[in-house]
T-cell receptor, first 115, second 109 residues
Framework: KAGVTQTPRYLIKTRGQQVTLSCSPISGHRSVSWYQQTPGQGLQFLFEYFSETQRNKGNFPGRFSGRQFSNSRSEMNVSTLELGDSALYLC??????????????FGQGTRLTVV | EDKVVQSPLSLVVHEGDTVTLNCSYEVTNFRSLLWYKQEKKAPTFLFMLTSSGIEKKSGRLSSILDKKELSSILNITATQTGDSAIYLCAVGNNNDMRFGAGTRLTVKP
């Protein structure tokens, strides 16, 4: 069974640009959650999508948005990039919504550098 | 506000030592506490603890949930260099899974 796949693995963008990151969950998983990880901050929750609907949203500005397609693949978009957006972006998939008990399976992440 | 606090933030030990990592939480409607190991990029699942399963063990790793103290510990005995990683604690309720900042463990030969 293939794991969670994130593309691209690395990305360099300049301030003011926008970026789209992609996450393909494990086959059969319907929930995809996105996290931002920066040194010392741990994983900060961005949002969760379940069956194409945003279920939960973290405390991030509106520049961060996402969507989920009918095949459960999810994309995350960040507009008007700022230097502080440089981070490792991880997505995690699980069979059910994060509201239920259970482990999440993480992808390898996308390392975004904003210059 | 819900929060998950891990301590220490970093730890350096030598091979063979035993370490204890801590996770305390304030989360409404607690449902589960999970431990993950992050070596390079993708965190990998270690344990899940719930009200019905407050102690787990796998090889040299073990974890206990103290619901009264709202905390959990992760023990690693006879540490090896391959245990060097960031250990993440996550606490879930009905709507959310909140992560701590992690403990960076370095095991020296």
């Amino acid at each position: 069974k293939a794991g969670v796949t994130q593309t691209p693995r690395y990305l360099i963008k300049t301030r003011g640009q926008q970026v789209t990151l992609s996450c393909s969950p494990i086959s059969g998983h319907r929930s995809v959650s996105w996290y931002q990880q920066t040194p010392g901050q741990g994983l900060q929750f961005l949002f969760e999508y379940f069956s194409e609907t945003q279920r939960n949203k973290g405390n991030f500005p509106g520049r961060f948005s996402g969507r989920q397609f009918s095949n459960s693949r999810s994309e995350m978009n960040v507009s008007t990039l700022e230097l502080g957006d440089s981070a490792l972006y991880l997505c995690a998939s699980s069979p059910e919504s994060r509201g239920s008990i259970g482990e999440a399976f993480f992808g390898q992440g996308t390392r975004l550098t904003v210059v | 506000e819900d929060k998950v606090v891990q301590s220490p933030l970093s730890l350096v030990v030598h091979e063979g030592d035993t370490v204890t990592l801590n996770c305390s939480y304030e989360v409404t409607n607690f449902r589960s506490l999970l431990w993950y190991k992050q070596e390079k990029k993708a965190p990998t699942f270690l344990f899940m603890l719930t009200s019905s399963g407050i102690e787990k063990k796998s090889g040299r790793l073990s974890s206990i949930l103290d619901k009264k103290e709202l905390s959990s510990i992760l023990n690693i005995t006879a540490t090896q260099t391959g245990d060097s990683a960031i250990y993440l604690c996550a606490v879930g309720n009905n709507n959310d899974m909140r992560f701590g900042a992690g403990t960076r463990l370095t095991v020296k030969p």
